[in-house]
């Protein structure tokens, strides 16, 4: 429990960042245990109705592969991932649709507003947000971004409200399009320009020994290393970008984390300022990464 004196504590220490974030934009992929856990789920829902509450411009972005899964097993379709990804038939794609712009991302809108929020649920295909086409043959209809409209998210914004987009795409041909939800999150969160994105998931962020969750890399520089770092004055376990590709070969990075490690990536190079990969079993977990100096997550950020 928690005693009012350390609540206070936080509070104090949260408020510049608080100011900060204030009128910015936050993009949430949520995901992971966090989606599963009961406890958990209303934990982050109150978490973005506090955000919203203090001048936070909160953004919900979905996925829900384990209730995709379950519904494609209850009518006798297997699930196959191909480096990372769901293989996505067209009769998959209509099941993805089903259950992420219907069931869940209607549950999360009712859920954020029973927590006293103000939210609205959104998909890809909505104002034609998400406009895709095929990622590869491979995939099937796997939604790769090609046009991105945030118009309907914005207004959704303006209006108070906090957007819950579900990862579904379209194209000009009728198709369905099952979108990776860290892909669309970054894709959304450069196209609003936002101050900070957060990737939800199921370990503490980037792990030097993958089997040793006490490995957390602290941050990840995306162009140049800070002259500080450099120096040696600054000391905090780091990597660079251009890192990455050996540390995917030596099976450090593996698995869904390759695909999150790039869309970290891409959201930097698209104008996020700073892209937090956070462990979401955590109670508060957005809290202490965004409102205190030392985090909890592997952070990507720009340089110098």
Known sequence: MISKQEQA????????????????????????????????????????????????????????GPEISEMLKRVGIESRFVNGLRYTDAETAEIVRMVLAGKINKALVDRLESCGGKAVGLSGIDGHMLGCEKESEELGFVGKIVDVDIRIIEDCLKSGYIPVVSTVGYDNFGNVYNINADTAASVIAGALQAESMILMTDIRGLLEDKNDEKSLIKKVYVSDIPSLVKQGIILIPFVQVSEVPSLIRDGIISGGMIPKIECCKEAIRRGVKKVFITDGRVNHSILMELLSEEGMGTMFVNGD
Not at 20 to 36: F, H, Q, T
Request: hydrophobic share 50%; proline share 2%.
């Open 9 to 64: 504590e936080f509070l104090a220490e949260a408020m510049p960042y608080i100011k900060k974030y204030n009128d910015k934009i936050l993009v949430i992929k949520y995901g992971g245990n966090a989606m599963i856990n009961e406890e958990l789920k209303t934990s982050v829902m109150r978490d973005l109705v506090l955000l919203q509450l203090v001048g936070i411009k909160v953004v919900l972005v979905h996925g829900g």
